[in-house]
C-alpha cells in the first residue's frame, strides 16, 4: 500500500538487534528508537506544547477515540485536524489500544465493530472499522493505526484465536477505508496473545498486506515479563527489518533498554506523566518518591545532569512541598519524567551510534539496581538471547 513515510537505518548494534534510523513523516523527522509521550486528548496532562517542544520532542499520541468524542469530528474537520487544535506542529500517531483494553467492561465486540458506553454521558458509540479510519483522517496523524480486536494480553483459549483473526479482518477493512495514504500512514496491530504460532500466523497475515509499519499490541496487560520478552523478541525476528516496529504500552527504562536491543524501534506509555502526578520522579538509579520527608531538606535537582527546567531551576526540597499539594508540584515532575524519557532514548540511539550499546546496558543495569542479584531475571533472559550477558565479569571488563 500507498505510504507517507521513509526509513532510513543509520546504525545497526554489531551484537544485538538494536538499530537507529531516520522516521521521515510528514510533520519532520523522527529519530528511533523513539519513546512517544502520550497526550489522550490532545495534551499532555501538566504540559504545554510548547514545553514539549522546548523538550525537542519530536512525536506525540492522541487517542483517536477521545478526540472522536471530544472534540469530535466535526469540529476537528472544521479547524483543520488535531495539529492545528492543539497548536502542534510536530509528528502525530494516533492510537486506541489503552482505552480498548480499559473499556473493554464497557464494550461489545461483534464482526461489525466495537460498540462502546461512553465514560462521559454513557451514550453508545459503535466504532467500526470504517469509522476509525475515517475519524483518524479527519483528525490528521502523521501515524494511524488500525482497529484491531484487543483482548487482554491474560486472556486464553478460542477467544485469542478469534480476535486475532478478526484483526486480520479488520486490517482489510481499514486499508479500503484510508482516503488520506498520500499523508497519512497506516501501521498493522499484531495480535495473538502469548500464543507464538498465532503471532506467527498474524505477522505472515499482516505482512502480505505490506504496510508502512507495523505495531505489537495485547502486551504490557499484566503477563509475566519473561513470556513478554519473547514475543517481543519473535515478531522483531519476523517482521520486516525494512520497516518500523512499535512495541505499544512500553515506558519503563529496563524495558525500553531491552526491547531497543530487541529490535523495537517506537514505545510509547502514560508511564511517565502518570507516575508524576503521584509524586515520582525517574531517574538513572530509579524512581525517586518526592513526598517523603526525606527530600524535605534536600537542595538538590532531582538528577544531577538533567538539563530540564525543573532540575535546572528547583531543589528536591522545593518539590517536596508542593509535589502532591500543589498543581505545580506535578507540572515540575512531569517536565522532568518526559525530559527522563527522551533523553534515555537519545543516549540509547548515540550508543548504538558509537557501535558500545552493551556497555550502556550493563552501566545502565548497574546504575538502575545496584548489584547484579537485584536484575530482573526476565531482562537478563532476554538479553542473554541477543548476546550480552549481564552477570558475566568478562562483560564489565
Not at 482497529?147 to 486464553?156: I, Y
Not at 497519512?184 to 496491530?189: C, T, V
Amino acid at each position: 500500500m500507498k505510504s507517507a513515510l521513509t526509513w532510513e537505518i543509520v546504525a545497526q548494534c554489531s551484537r544485538t538487534k538494536a538499530r537507529v534510523a531516520k522516521l521521515k513523516l510528514p510533520h519532520g523527522v523522527v529519530d528511533t528508537p523513539v519513546f512517544m509521550p502520550v497526550g489522550t486528548q490532545g495534551t499532555l496532562k501538566g504540559l504545554t506544547v510548547k514545553q514539549l517542544e522546548d523538550l525537542d520532542c519530536q512525536i506525540m499520541l492522541n487517542n483517536t477515540y477521545h478526540l472522536g468524542l471530544r472534540p469530535g469530528k466535526e469540529v476537528l474537520e472544521e479547524i483543520g485536524g488535531a495539529h492545528e487544535f492543539q497548536n502542534w506542529k510536530r509528528n502525530l500517531l494516533t492510537v486506541r489500544r489503552f482505552q480498548m483494553v480499559s473499556l473493554l467492561k464497557l464494550a461489545c465486540i461483534t464482526e461489525r465493530g466495537v460498540e462502546f458506553q461512553s465514560p462521559h454521558d454513557g451514550s453508545k458509540m459503535l466504532l467500526t472499522p470504517e469509522h476509525s479510519i475515517s475519524l483518524q483522517n479527519s483528525i490528521g496523524a502523521d501515524i494511524i493505526m488500525q482497529l484491531d480486536d484487543v483482548v487482554s494480553s491474560l486472556t486464553t483459549g478460542p477467544r485469542v484465536e478469534e480476535a486475532m483473526f478478526r484483526s486480520i479482518r479488520w486490517l482489510d477493512r481499514c486499508i479500503v477505508a484510508h482516503k488520506k495514504s498520500e499523508s497519512q500512514n497506516l501501521f498493522a496491530i499484531i495480535q495473538g496473545g502469548l500464543d507464538l504460532n498465532l503471532r506467527r500466523k498474524c505477522i505472515e497475515e499482516m505482512v502480505k498486506r505490506d504496510t508502512p509499519g507495523y505495531a505489537i499490541g495485547g502486551l504490557s496487560g499484566g503477563e509475566e515479563k519473561d513470556i513478554f520478552w519473547r514475543i517481543v523478541n519473535l515478531c522483531t525476528d519476523l517482521l520486516p527489518k525494512t520497516k518500523p516496529i512499535y512495541c505499544m504500552g512500553v515506558g519503563y527504562t529496563e524495558d525500553l533498554i531491552v526491547c531497543s536491543a530487541l529490535g523495537v524501534d517506537m514505545y510509547d506509555c502514560v508511564f511517565p506523566t502518570r507516575t508524576a502526578r503521584f509524586g515520582n520522579a525517574l531517574t538513572s538509579k530509579g524512581t525517586l518518591n518526592l513526598k517523603t520527608s526525606k527530600f524535605s531538606q534536600d537542595f538538590r535537582p532531582i538528577e544531577e545532569d538533567c538539563d530540564c527546567l525543573t532540575c535546572k531551576t528547583f531543589t528536591r526540597a522545593y518539590i517536596h512541598i508542593h509535589s502532591t499539594r500543589e498543581t505545580v508540584g506535578c507540572h515540575l515532575i512531569t517536565i522532568h519524567n518526559v525530559s527522563y524519557q527522551l533523553r534515555l532514548m537519545r543516549n540509547i540511539r548515540q550508543a548504538i551510534i558509537d557501535n558500545r550499546f552493551p556497555l550502556f546496558i550493563i552501566q545502565s543495569f548497574k546504575d538502575l539496581f545496584g548489584s547484579v542479584d537485584k536484575y530482573p531475571k526476565w531482562a537478563v533472559n532476554a538479553l542473554n538471547g541477543v548476546n550480552i550477558n549481564l552477570t558475566s565479569e568478562n562483560e564489565n571488563t
